[in-house]
């Protein structure tokens, strides 16, 4: 039980006072998101705002990681861990390198 000034929880009335702070924490995070977006489109407007840069990846060692990761001498984590990067972006990259090889065969 928890007792305060005016008021006190306990297990009879604990949903209610979770759903009145739920319902608090829910506009709250609704107004800091509003804003947030705000100041993106107000940046974006200046032109001040361009999202979070690509990590830059070495050419030469990019195309050696995909070389041993097509020829299946080492799997995505690996591939991941030589070009420091997430294995999410491994597999993006992948993709497009991939997606790229083919636009030149055609």
Do not use: C, P, W
Not at 26 to 41: L, T
Not at 63 to 69: L, S, W
Request: no cysteine; aromatic share 10%; net charge neutral.
């Amino acid at each position: 039980m928890i007792q305060g000034e005016g008021f006190s929880i306990d297990d009879s009335n604990r949903a209610e006072y979770f759903a009145i702070l739920h319902a608090l924490y829910a506009k709250e995070k609704s107004f800091i998101d509003k804003q947030r977006q705000a100041g993106i489109e107000r940046a974006s407007a200046e032109g001040k705002y361009q999202g979070r840069q690509r990590r830059r990846l070495d050419e030469i060692v990019f195309a050696d990681v995909m070389e041993r990761y097509d020829a299946a001498t080492i799997n995505a984590e690996q591939a991941a861990r030589e070009l420091g990067v997430g294995r999410a972006t491994f597999f993006r990259r992948s993709k497009e390198f991939h997606e790229n090889v083919l636009a030149l065969t055609r």
